[in-house]
């Protein structure tokens, strides 16, 4: 075990030493980007947002759909438990179909796709009707959600180069993290001062913000 230790503080050092990253295609040594200078990099801006906001969306329609249903549309609770349920099924048919769908369509074409999907759930939600048609809602949302993450990672090289796309894609996964840790709390913040039927508008902001962000990222990149 003092071994194992000694091994790992004996190791510590060449951490430090580590400034250079290697490109797995050329075998070229590359120093690392800094997030700062990360933030300057042409369209950054647009797909980190855009990450942030997409995570946002999933997260926050997986954490209070039940109690959208349950608080608002008077779905029981055990049952809004089973609907909610479903956004996580659309999630899941979405990942095994986009699977088929990204050999006929590119990276923005499925995000477009997939954006359009979450509209329509979030606009079949705010249309007042049976709690029947929750089901059709979460699905949709669901189904527009699968794609998205893994189209915005793939998509990186096509639209900064392989030389900035890992950077890039570290800065991404940052975005990420700070969408799925801040927003479904501030709606829960939201709906406890206000209320919970702010729900679809709340999604349809970040959608709408996901949206543009992913246009101006797909203009300014080319």
């Known amino acids: 075990m003092d071994a194992s230790l000694n091994n790992y503080v004996d190791s510590l050092p060449l951490w430090k030493e580590r400034t250079q990253t290697v490109d797995i295609n050329t075998g070229e040594s590359r120093k690392p980007i800094p997030l700062k200078d990360v933030l300057k990099i042409r369209g950054a801006k ?4 855009c990450f942030f906001c997409y995570c946002a ?15 608002y ?3 029981p609770k055990d049952k809004a438990a089973g609907y909610a349920s479903m956004f996580f099924i659309g999630i899941t048919v979405g990942i095994a179909i986009s699977g ?5 369509l590119k ?5 477009r796709l997939d954006q359009f999907l979450i509209l329509a759930g979030i606009l079949v939600m705010i249309v007042p009707g049976n709690a029947e ?3 059709a809602e979460l699905i949709l949302i669901g189904l527009g959600c699968a794609p998205i993450y893994p189209c915005i990672i793939h998509s990186a090289p096509a639209h900064f180069g392989e030389d900035k796309s890992q950077a890039i894609i570290g ?8 969408g799925t840790l801040l927003m479904p709390p501030l709606f829960g913040v939201i ?10 508008f709340y999604l349809l902001i970040l959608l709408a913000l996901m949206v543009v962000m992913h246009e101006s990222l797909n203009k300014v990149t080319g």
Request: aromatic share 12%.
């Open 46 to 49: 647009e797909v980190l947002i």
């Open 57 to 71: 969306v999933e997260q926050t329609s997986g954490l209070w759909a039940s109690s959208f249903m349950h608080l």
């Open 73 to 75: 549309k008077g779905v």
């Open 100 to 104: 088929f769908v990204t050999m006929k």
């Open 107 to 111: 990276d923005h074409q499925m995000i």
């Open 133 to 135: 048609i929750a089901l």
């Open 171 to 178: 800065a991404q996964m940052a975005f990420a993290y700070m």
């Open 191 to 200: 709906a406890n001062a206000v209320s919970v039927s702010l729900f679809p």
